[in-house]
């Protein structure tokens, strides 16, 4: 039989009775782990090869969450599309909008103000936060700590109420806008967002207290799964997970987008790339986006929240629009045939709360995309499961999918 | 680069024995018992919903009871997952509003689609429809969360409206007609 023939002779039933067979008097046995299981945070599916408790193979069944967003973008123009941005990695949406929309600037070669990008910042932050404090508390969770997952979505309510008062809504944010934001920020809210900042220094530096030194939590965590540098690498895993294996790499620092360059943190990185590691990074990563934050927030300059030279892509203000007849016909155009953008093509990366998310846009003129390429950081570490899991006991299954903290909307898109 | 190298410390003695972290973990139980309580008694206590929230699209009225909805259709254009559905018609040319000539037969907005994104609000020249308050929409049937014109008007209400173009616009136009005379 040739290759080609033995991968297609699945629908052959003696030998799919001959692999049951084999499965069922073989010295391993085949434990499915999800697709909807608490553990799997989403609907990730593991197909486990078992001996005795010892994982010998480890088989990651995704795209139960597909929802062909690639797709979706072709058919609406570049604003319509930014609300399906924040279904991709929805731990912390409002970075989605943001670096959506600095690829679709980077098409449209514009730029924005400071005001704007200094508002970007502290709403990646945020989401940073978003995404650590759920990623930090489900994996306390995982390991048994239940105490430390409700304390951090404490705090986490809160950085939504911000949300919320910022754009209106806590989760589904659309936020950001091709050449600038939805809105200005509402009068107080850097107050807010200073004061939310202290609470969730706090209940970071609590739980680091109570988990990292924790000798339960410490048991279980340390030498497992670890993923070495070289594969880190190869397969091509980004964010805090290749930090925690000891890749001093952050697109904040390498490659610096909406002024990272002026704003002083430091990159965590870990020595043995082990689920312990994996959470050392990101409770510092918790205390660097605050300390950002404060930046952010003290710097914050004045003037214009959107680019305003750019007015066949940014929608123009609504009580030009109620008032001016240019300005209307403007609305009209902008809404009906999208933001007036080149011929070409842009990629964008930006440091994604779990790593490197990508945008690579294609433009054949217009207000629609020709074609949208997304690159989601979770793909990448659920693709190196199988290289980390092997070894591992069932019970350590949990730990490490908490510790690598990916999401299933990113990953499947 | 700025790198912090995580130092990793084995355990002490003392916590390898668990014991610290059973009394610093019982302490902070403690502290949290007597802390203040972050969770509301939701259908009793409602959160505080702030400005510029975005619940369920309704459509508005001016102050003189017009309603602003000219029926041109961005609305149902921009939205994402085309939750609305206008079925335009004329006012009739004995209306005292005439001049504006045109508003939606019906306007119906599928909640069983919407997703507040708020795009609707943005596109619209007539800041005729507006994302507010009602966050909580519930029905027993699918037919009810179908909002037609009524119910949307009910929803939305009045807004203040500092510009009140259409009636700058008349006045204009009787000027003008006047200026003829
Ligand atoms: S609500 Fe606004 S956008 Fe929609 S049809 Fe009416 S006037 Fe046009
Ligand atoms: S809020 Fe969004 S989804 Fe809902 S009706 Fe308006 S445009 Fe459509």
């Known amino acids: 039989m040739s290759k080609t023939e033995e991968v297609f002779s699945f629908g052959d039933a003696a030998a799919r009775n001959a692999a049951l067979e084999e499965e069922i008097h073989g010295d391993t046995m085949v434990l499915n782990v999800g697709p909807s299981h608490p553990a799997t945070h989403g609907v990730l599916r593991l197909r486990l090869e078992l001996d005795g408790e010892t994982i010998v193979k480890c088989d990651p069944v995704i795209g139960y969450l597909h929802r062909g967003e690639e797709k979706v973008a072709e058919n609406f123009t570049y604003n319509q599309f930014i609300p399906y941005t924040d279904r991709l990695d929805y731990i912390g949406p409002i970075h989605n909008n943001v670096t959506y929309a600095l690829a679709v600037e980077r098409l449209a070669g514009i730029d924005v103000p400071e005001r704007c990008q200094a508002i970007r910042v502290i709403c990646c932050e945020l989401a940073r936060l978003l995404s650590h404090f759920i990623g930090l508390g489900c994996y306390g969770m995982d390991a048994g700590a239940l105490t430390v997952f409700m304390y951090m979505f404490t705090d986490r309510e809160k950085i939504y109420s911000l949300m919320e008062e910022l754009c209106g809504a806590r989760f589904t944010t659309n936020y950001t806008r091709i050449g600038g934001l939805q809105r200005d920020i509402p009068d107080g809210w850097l107050d807010h967002v200073l004061k939310v900042c202290d609470d969730v220094e706090k209940t970071n530096e609590l739980c680091d207290k109570l988990l990292t030194r924790n000798r339960i939590f410490y048991d279980r965590c340390v030498g497992v799964a670890p993923l070495s540098k070289e594969d880190a690498i190869s397969y091509g895993v980004s964010g805090p997970n290749a930090r925690a294996s000891g890749i001093a790499m952050d697109l904040r620092k390498d490659k610096p987008y909406l002024g990272y360059e002026n704003y002083e943190f430091n990159v965590p990185v870990g020595t043995n790339g082990d689920s312990y590691d994996r959470w050392l990074v990101r409770v510092e990563e918790v205390r660097q986006s605050v300390r950002i934050i404060r930046q952010a927030v003290t710097k914050m300059p004045g003037g214009l929240w959107y680019n305003d030279k750019a007015t066949k892509i940014f929608r123009p203000r609504k009580d030009k629009v109620l008032s001016s007849m240019e300005e209307l016909i403007q609305n009209f155009m902008i809404t009906t045939e999208g933001p007036e953008l080149p011929v070409g093509e842009a990629f964008f990366e930006a440091e994604n709360p779990k790593g490197r998310q990508a945008f690579f846009v294609v433009s054949k003129g217009g207000g629609v995309p020709w074609r949208l390429r997304i690159h989601g950081p979770s793909f990448s570490i659920i693709s190196a499961l199988p290289k980390i899991l092997p070894g591992c006991l069932v019970q350590d299954v949990p730990v490490v999918l908490g510790s690598i903290d990916f999401v299933m909307g990113d990953c499947d898109r | ?181």
């Open chain 2, 1 to 181: 680069m700025a790198t912090k190298i995580l130092e990793r410390k084995p355990l002490t003695l003392a916590e390898r024995t668990y014991l610290p972290q059973i009394a610093a973990g019982l302490w902070v139980t403690f502290r949290k018992m007597f802390g203040r309580r972050v969770t509301l008694e939701y259908p009793e206590q409602k959160p505080p919903i702030p400005r510029g929230y975005r619940g369920v699209p309704t459509l508005v009225k001016d102050p003189n009871g017009r309603e602003k909805c000219v029926s041109c259709q961005l609305c149902e254009f921009v939205c994402p997952p085309k939750a609305i559905r206008i079925t335009p018609g004329e006012i009739p040319a004995d209306s005292a509003t005439a001049h504006v000539e045109k508003a939606p037969k019906d306007f119906e907005l599928n909640m069983l689609r919407c997703i507040y994104c708020g795009l609707c609000e943005e596109a619209c020249p007539e800041r005729a429809i507006v994302l507010q308050n009602v966050y909580s929409l519930n029905a027993a049937t699918r037919e009810e969360v179908v909002l037609h014109k009524d119910k949307l008007y009910e929803l939305g209400g009045t807004l203040p409206d500092k510009i009140m173009k259409w009636d700058k616009k008349k006045a204009a136009a009787d000027k003008a007609a006047g200026g003829h005379h």
